[in-house]
């Protein structure tokens, strides 16, 4: 049986910039990631603070994970 690669797990939560600064980041590492609530800040919220969530595919979260946590703490390397 084929291995189910489509549950998603959030590794990151904060504003609309630093969320796709980090897609950027992880997209350049060999990972795939998709935010949610971004269009709702971008279009409808555009000066507000609602936070957007980074998702990954389960199979990707410990390689994303050490990624978010040097992106995090500015020692991110591409």
């Known amino acids: 049986?084929?291995?189910?690669?489509?549950k998603l797990v959030k590794v990151f939560t904060g504003v609309l910039w630093?969320?796709?600064?980090?897609?950027?980041y992880l997209?350049?590492?060999?990972?795939?990631s998709v935010t949610q609530?971004?269009?709702?800040?971008?279009?409808?919220?555009?000066s507000t603070n609602i936070d957007v969530v980074v998702w990954v595919?389960?199979?990707d979260y410990d390689a994303a994970i050490k990624l978010v946590q040097a992106f995090e703490e500015?020692?991110?390397?591409?």
Not at 1 to 6: A, C, H, L, R, V
Not at 37 to 46: E, K, M, R, S
């Open 18 to 24: 630093k969320a796709e600064l980090l897609r950027t």
């Open 57 to 59: 595919n389960e199979c």
């Open 1 to 6: 049986m084929k291995e189910d690669k489509s």
């Open 74 to 78: 500015g020692s991110a390397e591409a």
């Open 27 to 32: 997209a350049d590492n060999g990972i795939s």
């Open 37 to 46: 609530n971004g269009t709702v800040v971008n279009i409808v919220l555009p």
